[in-house]
Every structure is written in structure tokens, then in C-alpha cells.
């Protein structure tokens, strides 16, 4: 094992703790960026001017009626910007534009006394539009050809060849939705100026050296006189990685131009409304196995609906394509990305961060051509897991591929999975009006930024002379629990008790220059961080504690709070140690660093090793439909994830649970409309609140609901052989979606493909049930007969409808 995995004995880390906040979040004495308005004198309140118009020009902005409303003070515009009028990295953001782009698009802000007084003012701000012809879903962008940003492809072997050689070829086209993050604190800030000018912003961000440096560029200062902090947040999931910069710039702008502190809390509507979502993707085909199943070679198109800007959409779209294979070997692939460029919020970052959206792209190719290959999915799948010595698409060697295997194995043996299967063969046989589907899908996910530049961290630890310990990094609370694996990190370097230990909020200006807390790397890289900080400090404690005990400096260890010799009996409590150290003047504090080694990746090929690692799990899915209604309930789940040692087993368990619910909401239930019309409504969000927004509920949770811990196996290179658990089990809720399709097909004949949308709500569910009943087969696939290329004829097209493909015949 190498120094950053090695444990020492008596860890605190690996112990299951409660979160380091749980308390406060149960008996609501956590402070949240929106409750520090209560603390903080002569407050004003923002409220956005909204366009109802998808794509519009502004040909007139009035504001002098808001200004005649009782309690407004101000209203800004462009013109009151001294920088930049941006709010993204990319400067294709107007902060303040003069051109609508999405429906809701706010062209100003009013500022008031009270929220209800900003509200009215917004209400009365005059604004005129020429309204311009607007692009509302992927389809329609396709069509007109609307696309920005890069176009990434990732290429290996010949897919031509391995198509034409393939024993069965299959193509087809595949449509999903996004994902709205409804986090329970929408997007927030809180900005005020001190008497030297400097800027405090509080701000619910997953970024704060981010929204630092678009703050700093809008005002036209330097960000030294920008100080970010985020307390905590009340869910991000990265949500609050890039969107929230634009709003701490409104609350900062405010406040430099009124000298008053400046509150920006959007209501849920308006959250739903302003901010991204998660990517849908449009998905073109083609795919072919040999005579036993295995995968030969995969040609696909993805197109991701990017919104009206790019923010994080290049990213998303790179991360898409490096998960298409997810735990499968693929000889020949071909895969191409672009992103639409649609008249809606811009799409951003979502937990797993176009992972999920790739490798959906596989296992509905799977689930729905293992019918047609006459292979059970579940053995489909086993067949075509990596093995040991093969590589990633992108060039990446998988390593441990072992761990799928066993993972697949104990997920079958400790879910009876083999018993089950019988079980729901006799139950479906005797019931004509519902049916049961179990399905076993495992995951693969590269850990690290696909950036390299962004895997670094920083932490700054202090030790005060009564031996406390005051701990601060570069990463984000959002509820995951970091806060209280860094503050495990902490105590089992340094080899005290937990209780010694505090945590301070994420400020940029003790720790500069961080990368936002996403990727799932926020315990690997801050951990690194806060590790090197303790070491250093050990290590001169150490030498303290090697004169007082006559011992060599290396025999030293700390455990317990107590320094002693090794294989001695005698020993120094910390705290006279700590004295000791600050009277011989000691530094008794330390600033870390951590940087992800063995990382490279040429993103101009897409090709290299962007992940650290890759974690693993294992997902079997039982549920039960309704013949008559589509609606399914899930009866059992058992899951078994590779986290590596864990850090915090309980954070750990917790993460898994939430991230396959999040992940089962999407796929089954969180169906997000536009209006596609063409009256004025056009491009309108028409699931704007919770009323017409599906979310997972206590209802929806498996009735049965085992997860556990792969054990025996720590992963060397990461700090204390941990891995990371943010986004991995979100794709284990593939399994809930292909047990729906399993059931929908027990409806019709054997060996029937079903089509199943996604999300896959009761209405779809019923939809692909009658399509089963039918008899009619996936009516959206196509399977070519295999013949081989003429000389000189052209490489087959994507789409099956040209002549070169062969007799294509849909099946039904």
C-alpha cells in the first residue's frame, strides 16, 4: 500500500459515525445561507424581471414605474455594471442581456425593502419584445441544425468491419429526459460590502472560488477583494456547481451600488424556471453481437439538448461519451457527441455529470436487443463484463475487473437472485393482470475531473495551544457528508478523538484556487489535502515528542492523544505535547495540498487516462406492474458497491441509498415538460413546482432494501484506500428500468422486445404492456440482415433506412 492509502492502527477513519451536522439538520439549528438574512442588519431583497417569451429581443426596458412603488430602492440594469456583463466562464451568459433566451429569461433586478415589496416592483417594470422564432426541443434543434460547442469523438478499431462481421446487427434510436435537481434550498445569496471596500458574499455554491471570480469580473475588481464562504448547502447536486455565480454577482452588484447588505433567494418556481437541469439526450445507433452475444461493434451519435449557453455542456457530453461502454468490453466503437443549442435554461451539471446519460445509451441496447438475440439480459449483460487485461474505449486500462465479477456473484447469491427468477416465472404464469421483473445491471464510473487542472485540493489545519484542532479545505457540504470524512481524515492523522476537532465554513480566503466539489472527488482530493496538512504537523510534533521521550523520531506515534515511543510504555498526552511544541516554537499549523497523480488526457482525441480509478457496483431490481394501469411498485433491491476501505461506512450507506433513488426517479418518474406549442405560452416549463413534477417519495422506496459493501477492497493511491461514492450509485437504478421493461414484455409472447421510454412513468410503462400484448415488438428497432460490403461500396450510414444496410425489417 502506498503512504496516502496506509492505515495506522485505530483509525478514525472506517468507523460509523453520524454526519457531522445531523443534529443541527433534525432539530433545525443548521444555518443556511437564507437564514443568515436574520442575523444581518437592513437587508434588501432581490426579485428577477421575467420574460415570458422563449427567445425575444428587447427593443424597450422600463423601470421608472418600478421605482414609484412604495419600498423599492433600486433597480439594476446593464447599465450598472463597472465590469463584465457575464456571468459564465464561457462569457456567453449576459448577466443583464438585451436578448430573452429561455422562457423566464431576467433582463433586471429590483431592489426593495421586503421580498413582497421587490416582488411588486419586478411586476411593474415595463418591458417590450420582438419576439423571435424559438428552438424547444433536441428534435427541432436537430433539424434546424442549432449546435455550439465541441463535437468529441472517441474512436477504436474499425466498426465498419466489426459491424459487417458481426453475426447480428442491430440499430435504432433512443430519446430521454433530463432531470431537475430540486434541492430543498433553492439558489441563494447574501452579499454585503465592509468599510474597505470588500466584497462578503455567503452563497449556497458547490463552486466558491468560482463564483469568487465571476463575482470580482462583473464588478471589475480582483479577486482578492472577493470573499466567498458557503456554510452548507441544502442539496446541490451539481445544480449549485456553475449556476449559482450569476446570482451572488446580482446580491454583490447590489450591494456595492446601495452600500446595504443584499439578499437573492429564488422562490421554487423561480428556481424551476432560471436554472438548469440535468441533460436529455437524442441517441442514434447501430450495434452488432457475435453468434454467442458478445458485443462486436457500436456506431452511436449523442446529442445532448445544452440549453441556451454552454455552460457545462462540453464536459457533460465528454463524460457521456467515456461512459457509453459502462462496464462492458466493446472491440470496434465509434462514438460521436454534439449539443443542441435549444431556446431553454442552460443544461448544467447533474449528479454522475453525463455518466448516467452514456451509459443508459448501452443498457437499452442491451435490454432491448437480448430478447431478439434469444439471450436472457442478465446473462447478456455477465457475458460482456470487462475482463482482466482489456481497455476503456478512450484507451484506459480496467483495473480490477475482478471486483465486477464479484460483485455480479454476490449480488445473485445474497439476492436469491436464481430462486427469484423461478418464483416470478410461476407468479407470472398464474396472473394475468400483473406481472414481475427482476433485473441485475452492473456500474462502472471513472472517478477524477475529466480536466485534468481541476484535481487538486487545498487545506489549511491549525492546532491551538489548548490542543484543539480547527480544520479547513477547499470542498463543499451539501448534505454527502465530506465535512464529516475530513474531519475522520483529520483525527486519524494526527491520532486523537474526533472530539478534538472542528470544522470551519469553505471560505476562499483560506483556501484559494479550489475546484468546485463535484466529480465525486471532493473526499479523494480534499482528504489528500487535509492529510498532507496533519502530516506535517505530526511530523513536527514528532520530533517534540522523540526528545522528551529519548526516543529516535521515527519510533513516534500518536495515537489516542498520546504520543509514545514504539514498544514503550511511557507516553506524552497531546496536550503537553502541544505545549511543549509551541514553547520551543513549533509551527503549529500547516497549509496542504493534494494533486491526483497518474492522470492524462488529450481531449482533442479523446484518448488517455482521465480517471484515477474506477468504482464499481452491482444492482438486482425487483418490481411488479399493473396490467391495467402501467403502475409498478419495487419490491425488493439489493445492491452491492465497491467503495474501496470506506472512510465512513453509515456516509457511505446513506449516499448509496440516496443516489439509487435519485437515479430511479429519474428513470421511472421525474418527467420535466415544455410547452411546444406555438402561442405565446411556447417554450414555457409546464411542470414548474412539485404539484406537476414527479419526485421519489417514501412511496416509491423498495419494500426490501439491502445494500452492502464490498469488502477486501482497498484501492492503493487514494487516501486511506478509500473510493468514492458521490454519483456511482445513481446508475444502479438501471436495474429498476430494465425489471419494468422485463415485466412490460411478460405481458406479450416470449422473446418480445418492448420499447420503453424513459422515464419510464406508469403511462409509459402501459404503452410498452400494450405494445407487448400486441405482439408488435419494438417498433423504434431494426435488425439488418448481415451481408457483406460490395467493393467500393460506401460504409454503411447511421440510420437503417438506406438500402446498403440490407433487407432491414422492423420487428412487428
Known amino acids: 500500500m502506498s503512504a496516502l492509502s496506509d492505515r495506522p492502527e485505530n483509525p478514525a477513519v472506517g468507523v460509523a459515525v453520524p454526519h457531522e451536522s ?30 415570458p417569451r422563449a427567445h425575444a429581443r428587447v427593443t424597450a426596458l422600463r423601470v421608472a414605474p418600478a421605482l414609484r412603488v412604495p419600498g423599492v430602492v433600486r433597480v439594476l440594469t446593464a447599465a450598472d455594471v463597472p465590469g463584465v456583463n457575464d456571468a459564465g466562464v464561457k462569457h456567453d451568459e ?9 422562457f423566464g429569461h431576467a433582463v433586471c433586478w429590483v431592489l426593495a425593502e421586503t421580498f413582497e415589496a421587490a416582488r411588486l416592483g419586478a411586476a411593474a417594470v415595463e418591458v417590450d419584445v420582438e419576439p423571435l422564432p424559438s428552438l424547444v426541443t433536441v428534435r427541432e434543434a436537430i433539424a434546424a441544425g442549432s449546435f455550439q460547442g465541441a463535437t468529441p469523438r472517441i474512436l477504436r478499431g474499425d466498426v465498419e468491419a466489426g459491424l459487417a462481421g458481426a453475426a447480428r446487427e442491430f440499430s435504432g434510436d433512443f430519446e430521454f429526459a433530463g432531470q431537475e435537481h430540486f434541492y430543498l434550498e433553492t439558489h441563494c445569496a447574501l452579499a454585503h460590502v465592509d468599510e474597505a471596500g470588500q466584497i462578503f458574499v455567503q452563497s449556497s455554491t458547490q463552486h466558491p472560488s468560482e463564483t469568487q471570480e465571476i463575482v470580482a469580473h462583473v464588478l471589475g475588481r480582483s479577486s482578492h477583494e472577493v470573499t466567498v464562504q458557503c456554510l452548507r448547502m441544502g442539496g446541490g447536486f451539481g445544480g449549485k456547481e456553475m449556476q449559482p455565480h450569476g446570482f451572488a454577482a446580482i446580491a454583490a452588484l447590489g450591494a456595492t451600488l446601495t452600500g446595504r447588505p443584499v439578499r437573492v433567494r429564488l422562490t421554487r418556481t423561480q428556481d424551476l424556471t ?5 441533460h436529455g439526450f437524442h441517441v442514434d445507433w447501430r450495434v452488432g453481437f457475435d453468434a454467442d452475444g458478445h458485443l462486436q461493434a457500436l456506431d452511436a451519435t449523442l446529442t445532448s439538448d445544452g440549453g441556451w449557453s454552454l455552460d457545462l455542456s462540453e464536459p457533460v457530453l465528454a463524460r457521456a461519451l467515456c461512459h457509453v461502454d459502462n462496464a462492458y468490453w466493446l472491440p470496434h466503437v465509434r462514438l460521436t457527441g454534439r449539443i443542441a443549442r435549444t431556446n431553454k435554461t442552460s443544461n448544467t451539471a447533474f449528479r454522475g455529470f453525463g455518466g448516467p446519460q452514456g451509459m443508459l445509451v448501452i443498457e437499452d441496447i442491451l435490454g432491448r436487443c437480448a430478447p431478439l438475440l434469444g439471450i436472457p439480459a442478465m446473462e447478456l449483460r455477465r457475458r460482456n463484463l470487462y475482463r482482466a487485461g482489456q481497455s476503456t474505449p478512450y484507451g484506459q486500462p480496467v483495473r480490477h475487473p475482478e471486483r465486477l465479477h464479484r460483485l455480479w456473484q454476490q449480488v445473485l447469491d445474497d439476492g436469491a437472485v436464481v430462486e427469484r427468477q423461478r418464483e416470478i416465472a410461476a407468479y407470472n404464469a398464474g396472473h394475468p393482470h400483473a406481472k414481475r421483473g427482476l433485473a441485475v445491471t452492473p456500474v462502472k464510473f471513472g472517478i477524477s475531473f475529466n480536466f485534468t487542472a481541476f484535481n487538486q485540493a487545498g487545506a489549511l489545519v491549525h492546532v491551538y495551544k489548548d490542543g484543539s484542532v480547527l480544520i479547513n479545505h477547499g470542498g463543499t457540504e451539501m448534505g454527502q457528508g465530506l465535512h464529516t470524512k475530513m474531519l475522520q481524515v ?14 470551519a465554513p469553505t471560505r476562499t480566503d483560506k483556501v484559494p484556487n479550489t475546484s468546485a466539489t463535484a466529480a465525486s472527488s471532493g473526499a479523494d482530493l480534499n482528504g489528500g489535502a487535509v492529510k498532507n496538512a496533519c502530516e506535517q504537523i505530526r511530523e513536527r510534533l514528532a520530533l517534540v515528542a522523540a526528545s522528551m521521550l529519548g526516543v529516535n523520531a521515527a519510533d513516534v506515534r500518536i495515537s489516542g492523544g498520546v504520543a509514545h515511543g514504539v514498544g514503550g510504555t511511557a507516553g506524552v498526552a497531546w496536550n503537553e505535547l502541544v505545549r511543549t511544541a509551541y514553547f520551543q516554537r513549533v509551527q503549529l499549523f500547516a497549509a496542504g495540498f493534494y494533486r491526483t497523480e497518474g492522470l492524462h488526457w488529450d481531449s482533442s482525441v479523446m484518448r488517455g487516462s482521465p480517471f484515477k480509478y474506477f468504482a464499481y457496483g452491482v444492482a438486482a431490481a425487483e418490481v411488479e406492474v399493473d396490467g391495467f394501469t402501467g403502475a409498478y411498485r419495487t419490491r425488493r433491491v439489493d445492491i452491492v458497491h465497491d467503495v474501496g476501505d470506506s472512510l465512513s461506512p453509515l456516509i457511505d450507506i446513506g449516499q448509496i441509498e ?7 426517479g429519474w428513470l421511472t418518474l421525474e418527467d420535466p415538460r415544455w410547452e411546444t406549442g406555438d402561442g405565446p405560452a411556447r417554450g414555457r416549463l409546464s411542470t414548474q413546482a412539485a404539484s406537476t413534477y414527479k419526485l421519489p417519495s417514501f412511496s ?10 464490498l469488502t477486501d477492497a482497498e484501492e492503493d493511491g487514494v487516501v486511506y484506500g478509500s473510493k468514492a461514492v458521490g454519483e456511482p450509485p445513481l446508475m444502479l437504478a438501471f436495474s429498476v428500468r430494465e425489471a419494468l421493461r422485463q415485466a412490460a414484455a411478460a405481458f406479450g409472447p416470449a422473446g418480445m422486445s418492448v420499447d420503453l421510454a424513459s422515464p419510464a412513468t406508469p403511462e409509459a410503462v402501459f404503452w410498452a404492456i400494450e405494445q407487448a400484448r400486441a405482439g408488435a415488438g419494438d417498433g423504434h428497432l431494426v435488425e439488418a440482415d448481415v451481408v457483406p460490403p460490395q467493393p467500393g461500396a460506401e460504409a454503411h450510414p447511421l440510420h437503417p433506412e438506406s438500402e446498403q444496410v440490407g433487407q432491414a425489417v422492423a420487428r412487428g
Open 274 to 278: 432560471m436554472s438548469g437541469k440535468r
Open 658 to 664: 440516496g443516489g439509487f433513488v435519485q437515479g430511479a
Open 22 to 51: 445531523a443534529k443541527e439538520h433534525v432539530t433545525g439549528a443548521a444555518l443556511y445561507t437564507d437564514d443568515l438574512i436574520y442575523r444581518t442588519k437592513d437587508v434588501l431583497h432581490a426579485h428577477p424581471v421575467q420574460v
Open 490 to 503: 483529520a483525527a486519524t492523522t494526527l491520532g486523537l478523538p474526533l472530539t478534538r476537532i472542528r470544522l
Open 700 to 709: 416509491e422506496m423498495p419494500e426490501v432494501f439491502n445494500v452492502t459493501l
Open 94 to 102: 449576459p448577466l443583464f442581456p438585451d436578448e430573452v433566451m429561455f
